[in-house]
Nanobody, 126 residues
Framework: QVQLEESGGGLVQAGGSLRLSCVAS????????MGWFRQAPGKEREFVAA???????YYADSVKGRFTVSRDNAKKMLTLQMNSLKPEDTAVYYC????????????????????WGQGTQVTVSS
């Protein structure tokens, strides 16, 4: 069983920055994509960003130019640098891993990812 653990969430003022990290467990299957999703209260889980094994990235329009996703394959670590944060970025952020490799990087459907972390809260105050 692959385990993903997120960290780095917290409370920040609008315009500020946060850096989220996600580490995959040692018993990790082959990784084709990793991604970030978020879910605000009362809303569906939405795609934020994804990165392939060879560092091709894709972002939701709402975060393009503000967020940067990166990965360290050796450390099995995924990061999300979030700048110019807005109150509407407030959500629980989830790390996800695609172990099947059946989908393109721009596929933002939650069902296209195989494993999920428990989530980390990000709150942006106005």
């Amino acid at each position: 069983q692959v385990q993903l653990e997120e960290s780095g969430g917290g409370l920040v003022q609008a315009g500020g920055s946060l850096r989220l990290s996600c580490v995959a467990s040692e018993r990790t299957t082959r990784i084709y994509r990793m991604g970030w999703f978020r879910q605000a209260p009362g809303k569906e889980r939405e795609f934020v960003a994804a990165i392939t094994w060879n560092n091709i990235t894709y972002y939701a329009d709402s975060v393009k130019g503000r967020f940067t996703v990166s990965r360290d394959n050796a450390k099995k670590m995924l990061t999300l640098q979030m700048n110019s944060l807005k109150p509407e970025d407030t959500a629980v952020y989830y790390c996800a891993l695609d172990a099947r490799g059946l989908y393109r990087v721009e596929n933002g459907a939650p069902s296209s990812f195989t494993y999920w972390g428990q989530g980390t809260q990000v709150t942006v105050s106005s």
